[in-house]
């Protein structure tokens, strides 16, 4: 006679995952056709007020390095002298907590919803911003 642990591991065998399964965005397209099929779960839609990855408008920074004093965790770095001053952003350093998005003057860091920022390089194109 099956016991109820038999019958609960016949049920997990047979219902789908219930963790999200994570596609890089640098996966081959081998992998990317099992997404368009449905068989692999896309990401979860983020949630309002998300804090991905930090949008710069690098023509509205004015260069007063609010975001680089305030910034806990050195992820920003002036670059030029004035009145060219800009900015630098190191995403692989960045904790997300949005401060610097808060101290500027004229309103050019936002948050975004991209979360997809695994890298082998943390000095890609797609880890600096500036
Ligand atoms: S979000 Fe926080 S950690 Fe990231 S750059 Fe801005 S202040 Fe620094
Ligand atoms: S706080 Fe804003 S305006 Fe000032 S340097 Fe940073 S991004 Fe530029």
Partial sequence: MPTPAFFELVKQILSKP???LFPSKYAPASIKKFLKKGKI???IKTPDKFRGKLIYEKDKCIGCGM???VCP???MELVGEPPKRKIKHYVSRCTFCAIC???CPVKC???SDEFL???FDKHSENLIVG
């Fill in 67 to 69: 975001c680089v004093r």
């Fill in 109 to 111: 860091l936002h948050m």
């Fill in 117 to 119: 920022l695994a890298d």
């Fill in 18 to 20: 219930v963790t999200n």
């Fill in 101 to 103: 998005t808060e101290v």
């Fill in 73 to 75: 965790s050195s992820a």
């Fill in 41 to 43: 779960n896309p990401p």
